[in-house]
């Protein structure tokens, strides 16, 4: 069977190619560290024709395309859907670009929320997670989690809708501060030290609201050598991913049941994850990778770019 | 009147020279962009012969350091005195650095504490906040707030003790988030906006467990012109310094008096530290400069380095 659909999932740092058959199954991959910040002139077309020149020599083949590349930043703004929005719907709003062999480019829609409640009055927004969430073809009432550099916690309804979203910086955060503060200083490489991650998802799950103040105890932790300086970076990211479960569990619906918290993303960060939300009462499970070029495809398939073949 | 101390304020950034007569006034002050990380090969002896060589021909003067001069990263390691800790017990405690000419730097020792208490387990440390504390003479039961890198909270006793002290990383993380992080990508110059400020103090006052999840709303709020390029900056200020003081007043028995509440540090930051409190419903009010040097002086006179002449 024949490839029909090119799926790029397009971030910041990374831009990862699928190749997918008509029933949606992948036949190829391929990864480039060509995220939108490091394409010369932003001329993508460019970076897409050379990683993937030779898969489109077939001019059947559908191109679809989530994530960062539809931001202000990349090839061209795709406009935000406010949330709830079906897949459905978003389908209906690809945004085309023309490419110079006439063929077209169809870009996912970020979706943006405003939220007006009584504690937080802040808008949300996401390029990329909504694709995968799609892929995933969950459950109404589903939660789902997607740590990484902008933590997403996602509230799924009817109709694979995206009711309820929002966003911690727990990634950026762990960067930033290993790599520019003090915190830093006194860390050194080794195995990780599930025991110092521990200690701290304990000490901000019992403490969110003193996040600023702990964050300071990874410096006089291994000033006074209660913790090894191979095990800091650990305790680091066991404070912040505390922090986050501790303050987006309430968000979410109180305590999903057992079993319907969902992970999408690198294994190992899951993992972590699941570890702190098992010291805070939870459940979850990690979902299985690919979830992007699926979500690419079922978007695909319900804007009539390509024909779904039932088997 | 002559000269009787050389009092040195030495940390991470900034070296400043205070000399001090025999009642403790100030006679003249330098500055130097030499601190301690930027001293190279660590001749900090060259430093302050170079700064200060002049006013040392006077051999009578005393030389007397405090801040992160006595680290480990600094000249000599001057270990940490456990708090509760007065000035008397300081003063016999200066560590002492021989200089070429046979005379002596003393150093002021760090403070640190071991918090075994039900919420959080944790050690803190400071080195130099501790002289401008004892620099103020306050009365017991006070409250004291230096904001700044590293921010504290140090609670007092009577004879000067510094009982408890707590540290945020509100200046370092506002430091990185800038220059660092995604944050910082959407801020432009300005004039100060008041009302950006108030508006992060207000969102992590009311919701101090969500503030990684609130800093991603400096991002969503310049990508939606919510707030003003110039004004994102005053905005994420005021989130890291809201939820400071939220996690922090409740450390610091309950709330304290009106006007108990004191604050140490350069006038425009204790001015926003001034307006978080008062939306916290706290008054504070600002301390007078030059209190490092003042505290030097009480610290030498204790320790028997100078003699004190009454008025």
Known sequence: MGASLLALDWGTTNLRAVLLDQRGRPLA?????????????????????????????????????????????????????TAPITPTAAAQALTRIPLQD??????????????????????????????????????????????G???????????????????????????????????????????????????????????????????????TAGLMSRIAPSALSDYLSGLLIGAEVASALPRFSAQPEAGQLQLIGEPSLCNRYARALALAGVKAESLAPGLAARGAWRLACAAGLISEISI
């Open 29 to 81: 991959e391929r990864h480039q560290a060509a995220g939108i910040l490091q394409v010369p002139d932003r001329n993508f077309e460019q970076v897409l024709l050379s990683l993937c020149g030779d898969w489109l020599q077939d001019r059947s083949i559908a191109i679809i395309a989530s994530g960062m590349i539809g931001s202000r930043q990349g090839w061209v703004e795709a406009p935000y859907l």
């Open 149 to 219: 550099t902008h933590s997403k916690w996602i509230q799924c309804g009817a109709a694979g809708s995206i009711d309820h979203f929002r966003t911690w910086m727990t990634g950026e955060l762990f960067a930033v501060l290993s790599q520019h503060s003090i915190l830093g200083r006194l860390m050194e490489p080794g195995d990780p030290s599930e025991e110092a991650f521990t200690l701290g998802v304990q000490r901000t799950l019992a403490a969110p609201e003193a996040l600023s103040t702990l964050l300071f105890s990874v410096r």
């Open 102 to 147: 006439d063929r077209t480019v169809y870009l996912v829609p970020g979706v943006s929320r405003a939220v007006l409640d009584s504690v937080d009055h802040i808008d949300d927004v996401m390029r990329g997670e909504e694709t995968q969430v799609w892929g995933a073809d969950l459950e109404p009432g589903s939660i789902v989690v997607l740590p």
